[in-house]
């Protein structure tokens, strides 16, 4: 089992910035691919950003690319979203996901909300 803990959520002004963490207690962090995914009021959790095991390759849904940029630190067994030029249509509450690279298991964080105001 793997426990996610999202937090950096808040609110801001349209324009601004967030950073957003997810910290894993899994012992092999490494072995797992990571996520953010977002759900807004009366709508489907959907895709934001991406990153493989080793942080070699990132995906963005189309919606964020080059305003958000997913990271990890495997030391730290932290995965970041850095949300810059944030627009009212970001808000949501933000989840984190893992993958694990063989067993293909998903693990959800609580979620953190994020609000942009106009």
């Known amino acids: 089992q793997v426990r996610l803990v999202e937090s950096g959520g808040g609110l801001v002004q349209a324009g601004g910035s967030l950073r957003l963490s997810c910290v894993a207690s899994a012992h092999t962090f490494s072995l797992y691919n990571m996520g953010w995914y977002r759900q807004a009021p009366g709508r489907e959790r959907e895709f934001v950003a991406a990153?493989?095991?080793?942080?070699?390759?990132?995906f963005y849904a189309n919606s964020v690319k080059g305003r958000f940029t997913i990271s990890r630190d495997n030391a730290k067994n932290t995965v970041y979203l850095q949300m810059n030029s944030l627009k009212p249509e970001d808000t949501a509450v933000y989840y984190c996901?893992?993958?694990?690279?063989?067993?293909?298991?998903?693990?959800w964080g609580q979620g953190t909300q994020v609000t942009v105001s106009s």
């Open positions: 996901n893992a993958n694990h690279l063989s067993t293909r298991n998903d693990y």
């Open positions: 990153i493989r095991w080793s942080g070699a390759s990132t």
